[in-house]
């Protein structure tokens, strides 16, 4: 049980209870790519981000149900492919059809290639690839999370900046999903410690 702080008020006209829910928005709208030899398939994921920077580590959850599970279970890996505007429909279209009777790369004309470190495909048209191999999964409740180390990246070099070698988040025009909507992202607003830059 928390203790009370003298500190803190109790004040709560202004706020509406609501019930417990996943009200954590927004989030990446994201591709995630697995399976291998004969058996690939995409699917889109919101509910994933990243857990620890050394070593680096992310993950996914997913519904037991899905058809890309037993794919991602059974073979240990899968790719988180960050998705853009150009590919706002597609994203949309994986995430409300099964991958158990049609081809998803082929209906939304996406391309597979082979990943660099993963038994797994990356999506072509996304912009940055993430290579990702499976160390634990948890068994939540409606979902389970796949948690992961990254073990390679894949940039397209079209959105590197040439003289800063950085990948260039803006020019990507990357997009986020929040409470059932796709979402462009703004201008920006601040970077990490510009709160406290002296001036």
Known sequence: MCKKDSLISSELSCKSTWKPGTLIYPLPAALISCGNGN??????????????TNPPMCY???????????????????????????????????GVKSGKDINK??????????????????????PLSIECEV????????????????????????YIDKNSGAFDMTKAKLIAYSHGKYYKLGEEIGHFGWSVKKK
């Open 105 to 126: 790369f082929k209906e939304m004309n996406l391309t597979p290639l082979k990943a660099q470190v993963v038994d797994a495909p990356i999506i072509k048209e996304s």
């Open 39 to 52: 058996e690939i398939n995409i699917m889109t994921v919101s509910w994933l981000g990243t857990i620890c």
């Open 60 to 94: 996914i959850s997913v519904r037991p149900e899905r058809h890309s599970y037993d794919l991602i279970k059974k073979n240990g890996c899968f790719v988180i492919n960050l998705t853009n505007e150009e590919m706002a429909f597609a994203t949309d279209w994986c």
């Open 135 to 158: 160390v634990e999964i948890k068994e939540l409740g409606s979902h389970h999370m796949f948690i992961a180390n990254v073990v390679n990246i894949l940039a397209d070099e079209k």
